[in-house]
Protein backbone atom coordinates (compact mmCIF):
# COMPACT_ATOMS: atom_id res chain seq x y z
CA UNK A 1 0.00 0.00 0.00
CA UNK A 2 2.96 2.15 0.63
CA UNK A 3 4.40 1.72 -2.88
CA UNK A 4 1.12 2.15 -4.69
CA UNK A 5 0.42 5.66 -2.52
CA UNK A 6 4.14 6.79 -3.11
CA UNK A 7 4.03 5.80 -6.68
CA UNK A 8 0.32 7.64 -6.78
CA UNK A 9 1.72 10.78 -5.14
CA UNK A 10 5.21 10.89 -7.78
CA UNK A 11 2.71 10.72 -11.31
CA UNK A 12 0.15 13.59 -9.52
CA UNK A 13 3.52 15.83 -8.83
CA UNK A 14 4.84 14.80 -12.64
CA UNK A 15 1.79 15.68 -13.88
CA UNK A 16 1.90 19.01 -12.23
CA UNK A 17 4.77 20.13 -12.97
CA UNK A 18 3.75 19.05 -17.02
CA UNK A 19 1.10 21.28 -16.47
CA UNK A 20 3.31 24.56 -15.07
CA UNK A 21 5.84 23.54 -18.07
CA UNK A 22 3.22 23.30 -20.83
CA UNK A 23 2.43 26.88 -20.09
CA UNK A 24 5.57 28.24 -19.53
CA UNK A 25 7.60 26.53 -22.31
CA UNK A 26 7.68 24.67 -25.53
CA UNK A 27 6.45 21.13 -25.85
CA UNK A 28 7.32 18.78 -28.41
CA UNK A 29 5.57 16.17 -29.31
CA UNK A 30 7.77 12.49 -30.92
CA UNK A 31 7.82 8.79 -31.63
CA UNK A 32 10.17 5.78 -29.90
CA UNK A 33 10.56 2.41 -30.65
CA UNK A 34 12.98 -0.07 -29.74
CA UNK A 35 12.86 -3.52 -28.25
CA UNK A 36 13.46 -4.90 -24.73
CA UNK A 37 15.23 -7.73 -23.49
CA UNK A 38 12.66 -8.93 -20.64
CA UNK A 39 12.61 -12.12 -18.10
CA UNK A 40 11.74 -11.92 -14.35
CA UNK A 41 12.90 -10.73 -11.26
CA UNK A 42 12.00 -11.77 -7.86
CA UNK A 43 11.83 -15.10 -5.39
CA UNK A 44 11.18 -17.69 -8.33
CA UNK A 45 11.11 -21.63 -8.27
CA UNK A 46 13.27 -22.90 -11.07
CA UNK A 47 14.58 -20.00 -12.07
CA UNK A 48 17.07 -21.32 -14.02
CA UNK A 49 14.79 -22.26 -16.28
CA UNK A 50 13.77 -18.65 -17.54
CA UNK A 51 15.39 -17.63 -20.12
CA UNK A 52 15.56 -13.48 -21.37
CA UNK A 53 13.28 -12.69 -24.42
CA UNK A 54 13.35 -9.80 -26.95
CA UNK A 55 10.08 -8.14 -27.81
CA UNK A 56 8.83 -5.44 -29.20
CA UNK A 57 8.36 -1.81 -28.10
CA UNK A 58 6.94 1.35 -29.21
CA UNK A 59 4.63 4.35 -29.05
CA UNK A 60 4.32 8.01 -28.45
CA UNK A 61 6.39 11.09 -26.58
CA UNK A 62 5.27 14.52 -25.07
CA UNK A 63 8.01 16.23 -23.72
CA UNK A 64 8.05 19.67 -22.09
CA UNK A 65 10.69 21.55 -20.97
CA UNK A 66 11.32 22.89 -17.45
CA UNK A 67 14.40 25.32 -18.67
CA UNK A 68 14.81 27.88 -20.99
CA UNK A 69 18.02 25.97 -22.33
CA UNK A 70 15.88 22.65 -22.12
CA UNK A 71 18.51 20.79 -19.72
CA UNK A 72 15.01 19.93 -17.06
CA UNK A 73 12.35 18.64 -18.47
CA UNK A 74 9.08 16.36 -18.37
CA UNK A 75 8.05 13.49 -20.81
CA UNK A 76 5.42 11.41 -20.48
CA UNK A 77 5.09 8.16 -22.15
CA UNK A 78 2.64 6.16 -23.76
CA UNK A 79 3.91 3.06 -24.77
CA UNK A 80 3.06 -0.79 -26.46
CA UNK A 81 5.71 -3.25 -24.73
CA UNK A 82 6.21 -7.06 -25.31
CA UNK A 83 7.50 -8.33 -21.77
CA UNK A 84 7.93 -12.18 -20.37
CA UNK A 85 10.70 -14.58 -21.31
CA UNK A 86 11.79 -17.98 -23.03
CA UNK A 87 11.77 -21.36 -21.21
CA UNK A 88 15.39 -22.75 -21.29
CA UNK A 89 14.63 -26.72 -22.22
CA UNK A 90 15.45 -28.05 -19.12
CA UNK A 91 14.33 -30.59 -16.88
CA UNK A 92 13.34 -30.58 -13.10
CA UNK A 93 11.42 -32.59 -10.80
CA UNK A 94 8.81 -31.66 -8.74
CA UNK A 95 8.27 -32.69 -5.19
CA UNK A 96 6.41 -35.74 -6.20
CA UNK A 97 9.20 -36.76 -8.52
CA UNK A 98 7.39 -35.93 -11.85
CA UNK A 99 10.14 -34.95 -14.19
CA UNK A 100 8.71 -31.84 -16.49
CA UNK A 101 10.01 -30.23 -19.12
CA UNK A 102 8.73 -26.61 -20.62
CA UNK A 103 10.24 -25.34 -23.91
CA UNK A 104 8.15 -21.96 -26.02
CA UNK A 105 7.88 -18.39 -24.66
CA UNK A 106 5.35 -16.47 -23.15
CA UNK A 107 4.39 -12.51 -24.42
CA UNK A 108 3.00 -10.12 -21.98
CA UNK A 109 1.96 -7.15 -24.05
CA UNK A 110 1.26 -4.04 -21.57
CA UNK A 111 -0.05 -0.84 -22.60
CA UNK A 112 2.94 1.15 -20.45
CA UNK A 113 2.90 5.36 -18.90
CA UNK A 114 6.42 5.94 -17.75
CA UNK A 115 6.45 10.05 -16.54
CA UNK A 116 10.24 10.78 -16.60
CA UNK A 117 12.06 13.32 -15.19
CA UNK A 118 14.56 14.44 -17.77
CA UNK A 119 18.45 15.83 -17.75
CA UNK A 120 19.96 16.64 -20.98
CA UNK A 121 23.44 17.94 -20.59
CA UNK A 122 24.68 19.18 -23.91
CA UNK A 123 23.64 15.56 -25.46
CA UNK A 124 23.85 13.25 -22.79
CA UNK A 125 20.61 12.58 -20.89
CA UNK A 126 19.23 10.99 -18.06
CA UNK A 127 16.32 9.96 -16.88
CA UNK A 128 14.27 8.19 -14.15
CA UNK A 129 10.69 7.77 -12.61
CA UNK A 130 7.66 6.16 -12.22
CA UNK A 131 5.80 3.75 -14.49
CA UNK A 132 1.96 2.49 -14.65
CA UNK A 133 1.40 -0.63 -17.19
CA UNK A 134 -1.84 -2.34 -18.06
CA UNK A 135 -1.71 -5.64 -19.56
CA UNK A 136 -3.31 -6.05 -22.09
CA UNK A 137 -3.06 -9.48 -23.44
CA UNK A 138 -0.92 -13.03 -23.20
CA UNK A 139 0.11 -15.25 -25.91
CA UNK A 140 1.41 -18.62 -24.30
CA UNK A 141 3.44 -20.83 -26.51
CA UNK A 142 4.46 -22.90 -23.75
CA UNK A 143 4.82 -26.79 -24.82
CA UNK A 144 5.17 -29.03 -21.42
CA UNK A 145 6.26 -32.48 -21.33
CA UNK A 146 5.74 -34.24 -18.63
CA UNK A 147 6.82 -38.13 -17.15
CA UNK A 148 5.38 -39.83 -13.90
CA UNK A 149 8.15 -40.65 -11.23
CA UNK A 150 6.10 -43.68 -10.16
CA UNK A 151 4.67 -44.90 -14.28
CA UNK A 152 7.31 -43.22 -16.22
CA UNK A 153 4.36 -42.54 -18.83
CA UNK A 154 5.06 -39.20 -20.73
CA UNK A 155 2.76 -36.58 -21.74
CA UNK A 156 2.67 -33.36 -24.09
CA UNK A 157 0.79 -30.34 -23.40
CA UNK A 158 0.80 -27.10 -25.64
CA UNK A 159 -0.26 -23.86 -24.30
CA UNK A 160 -1.83 -21.47 -26.38
CA UNK A 161 -3.75 -19.37 -24.18
CA UNK A 162 -3.95 -15.43 -25.23
CA UNK A 163 -7.47 -14.53 -23.26
CA UNK A 164 -7.54 -16.02 -19.77
CA UNK A 165 -5.81 -13.47 -17.47
CA UNK A 166 -8.19 -14.17 -14.62
CA UNK A 167 -4.64 -15.26 -12.62
CA UNK A 168 -2.42 -12.23 -13.27
CA UNK A 169 -2.76 -8.48 -11.69
CA UNK A 170 -3.30 -6.35 -14.91
CA UNK A 171 -2.43 -3.35 -13.33
CA UNK A 172 1.48 -2.79 -12.24
CA UNK A 173 3.03 0.14 -10.79
CA UNK A 174 7.08 0.00 -11.25
CA UNK A 175 10.05 2.70 -12.22
CA UNK A 176 12.28 3.41 -15.13
CA UNK A 177 15.85 4.62 -15.33
CA UNK A 178 18.33 5.26 -18.21
CA UNK A 179 20.81 7.12 -20.15
CA UNK A 180 21.32 8.29 -23.63
CA UNK A 181 22.47 10.61 -25.94
CA UNK A 182 19.88 13.46 -28.08
CA UNK A 183 21.05 15.30 -30.96
CA UNK A 184 20.37 18.77 -31.54
CA UNK A 185 17.66 17.23 -34.89
CA UNK A 186 16.21 15.51 -31.60
CA UNK A 187 16.70 11.93 -32.32
CA UNK A 188 18.01 9.82 -29.70
CA UNK A 189 19.18 6.49 -28.47
CA UNK A 190 18.10 5.53 -24.86
CA UNK A 191 19.00 2.48 -22.73
CA UNK A 192 16.76 1.89 -19.76
CA UNK A 193 15.88 -0.46 -17.23
CA UNK A 194 12.27 -0.91 -16.02
CA UNK A 195 11.28 -2.94 -13.40
CA UNK A 196 7.97 -3.69 -11.43
CA UNK A 197 6.89 -2.63 -7.53
CA UNK A 198 4.43 -5.51 -7.14
CA UNK A 199 3.94 -9.44 -8.14
CA UNK A 200 1.99 -9.79 -11.26
CA UNK A 201 0.33 -13.33 -10.66
CA UNK A 202 -2.57 -13.25 -8.18
CA UNK A 203 -1.61 -15.49 -5.39
CA UNK A 204 -4.99 -17.35 -5.67
CA UNK A 205 -3.86 -21.75 -5.95
CA UNK A 206 -0.99 -21.56 -7.25
CA UNK A 207 -1.82 -23.61 -10.41
CA UNK A 208 0.14 -20.96 -12.90
CA UNK A 209 3.00 -22.13 -13.87
CA UNK A 210 3.07 -24.77 -11.17
CA UNK A 211 3.40 -21.96 -8.77
CA UNK A 212 6.54 -21.39 -10.03
CA UNK A 213 5.57 -17.51 -10.47
CA UNK A 214 4.07 -16.77 -7.68
CA UNK A 215 6.65 -14.07 -6.61
CA UNK A 216 7.61 -12.90 -9.75
CA UNK A 217 8.30 -9.59 -11.60
CA UNK A 218 8.81 -7.91 -14.87
CA UNK A 219 12.34 -6.81 -15.68
CA UNK A 220 13.68 -5.57 -18.54
CA UNK A 221 16.01 -3.66 -20.51
CA UNK A 222 14.96 -1.26 -23.07
CA UNK A 223 17.16 -0.18 -25.97
CA UNK A 224 14.64 2.75 -28.10
CA UNK A 225 15.52 5.22 -30.77
CA UNK A 226 13.14 8.55 -30.02
CA UNK A 227 12.31 11.49 -32.04
CA UNK A 228 10.94 14.83 -30.91
CA UNK A 229 9.66 16.85 -33.52
CA UNK A 230 11.01 20.29 -33.95
CA UNK A 231 8.97 22.93 -32.73
CA UNK A 232 8.39 25.69 -35.65
Do not use: W
Request: aromatic residues 10%; charged residues 20%; proline residues 2%.
Amino acid sequence: MKKTSFLLASLLSAAALFSSAAHAQGVRLGLRAGANYSNLAGNLENETTYNNKIGFLGGVILNASLSDDEFLSVQPEVLFSQKGFENKSAEYKNIFGTTQRREGKVNYNYLDVPVLLKVNAGGLVFEGGPQYSYLLSVKDETTITRTGGLSGNTSTTTVHSQKDLSGLNRNELGYVAGVGYQADTGVSLNLRYTGALGDFVKNDDGSYFDGDLNNARHSAFQLSLGYLIPNK
